[in-house]
């Protein structure tokens, strides 16, 4: 052993040599490193700094990297996933779902455009015309449109069993019950009631109830009438026979009806209570043809006609109508049985007839009675004429109230 004073850097003997910690002697570097200084908690003396050289560097642990694929070990392999469902193949991807969807969203729709589309143009088809609008002179064209709608007393679309259910009568009718013009243009629609006993000058008959002009010479003789008293010129012609009105009626649910009071009137098959009620096809063309139950009459009856009429419009363009097929097929096939046009009407004039006669009460539209000097019915003929006049101009808007009033008589 040597006297040689051990070195304060060097292993303490019988220690291994930690030669990858501390190197070999002889191959240290030349540069000196200083120790950290430490004080004593007693003296606060630095202590001596060593003298001692470390090693080049420090050997950091090893740490062990993934290996990485190479092309010899093949395709790389994808991980494992836990499945709670065995070995069921994976599900369709949810953007795959969602173009299915879409897609059948897309047909349903298409085919629902072409039914809306192709059942009104299949009951045109079945819809008749007649020659209704009369040769030879006639009042100039005028601004706006302007329709005739007649409900014909015409029994002959009805059977034995249904005019008896009915309570019509024979088939022997061939008058109308109802007469009234609809005019539309820039301003409001006006439908305007025309008393079936009105007292009119017939061209070639002499001084007679106007629905005679209808019994005379069919449409075309009723045309000529109305031209000649009004001087409006009629663009379109619609009739609607008492089957028709029935099955229109019923094809929409039925509608409201509010009688002012109650109506008790066996030769009109008619018994309600007074108040807005539903009412069906039966019921409905019972209340537009009774006139034995009001001092009224014919007066009131063209009331309830207007009130019905405008009811059925309402009732076919409700959002009902168009989502449910069958109600929607129904209406349409209704229509076409019940209607006869004028030969020049068309598809779009008689939808637009329809439309509008939804319009055509409070602030949409109004609603009159031709202008009456007593129950007669006699004409008003100073105020008559001052009403033809706004409509041949096609200035609803400028009527004044004591022209269109419900019953005809002034306010």
Request: aromatic content about 6%; charged content about 25%.
């Amino acid at each position: 052993m040597s006297d040689r004073p051990r070195d304060p850097g060097a292993p303490a003997e019988g220690t291994p040599e930690y030669e990858w910690l501390y190197g070999r002697r002889g191959n240290a570097p030349d540069d000196v490193t200083r120790a950290i200084p430490t004080q004593s908690p007693k003296s606060q003396t630095p202590r001596a700094e060593s003298t001692s050289r470390p090693d080049e560097t420090r050997v950091m642990p090893a740490v062990t990297r993934p290996r990485r694929a190479s092309s010899a070990d093949g395709p790389p392999r994808r991980p494992e996933s836990r499945s709670t469902t065995g070995d069921r193949p994976p599900s369709r991807p949810a953007r795959s779902r969602g173009r299915f969807r879409l897609g059948w969203l897309k047909l349903v729709l298409l085919l629902w455009l072409v039914f809306m589309i192709a059942v009104p143009f299949w009951a045109w088809t079945k819809v008749t015309k007649v020659e209704a609008l009369p040769d030879g002179d006639r009042p100039a064209d005028q601004p706006g449109q302007t329709y005739l709608l007649v409900g014909s007393d015409s029994r002959d679309d009805l059977t034995p069993e249904e005019r008896k259910e009915l309570g019509t009568g024979g088939p022997e009718g061939q008058r109308t019950d109802t007469i009234m013009l609809l005019h539309t243009g820039d301003g409001p629609n006006l439908l305007m009631s025309i008393p079936r006993d009105s007292i009119v000058e017939i061209p070639g008959h002499g001084t007679d109830k106007i629905n005679a002009a209808f019994a005379y010479d069919g449409p075309e003789g009723l045309i000529r009438t109305l031209e000649g008293e009004t001087g409006i010129r009629i663009d379109d012609y619609v009739e609607v026979g008492f089957g028709g009105f029935v099955g229109m009626v019923d094809a929409v649910g039925g509608i409201e009806i509010c009688p002012t009071e109650a109506m008790d009137d066996p030769l009109a098959n008619l018994k309600i209570k007074k108040g807005c009620q539903e009412a069906d096809g039966k019921t409905a063309l019972g209340y537009a043809r009774s006139r034995h139950t009001s001092g009224l009459g014919d007066i009131d009856r063209a009331k309830h006609q207007r009130e019905v009429v405008s009811a059925i419009g309402k009732e076919a363009l409700s959002p009902w109508t168009f989502i449910n097929p069958v109600r929607y097929y129904r209406l349409n096939m209704a229509a076409a049985d019940s209607f006869n046009v004028s030969d020049g009407t068309s598809p779009i004039s008689l939808a637009r007839f329809g439309f509008a006669m939804t319009r055509v009460n409070g602030e949409q539209g109004l609603t009159c009675g031709v202008p009456i000097a007593d129950l007669a019915v006699n004409w008003d003929e100073e105020r008559s004429r001052q009403l033809f006049q706004h409509i041949i101009e096609d200035d609803t808007a400028g009527i004044p109230d004591q022209l269109c009033t419900p019953t005809g008589m002034p306010r």
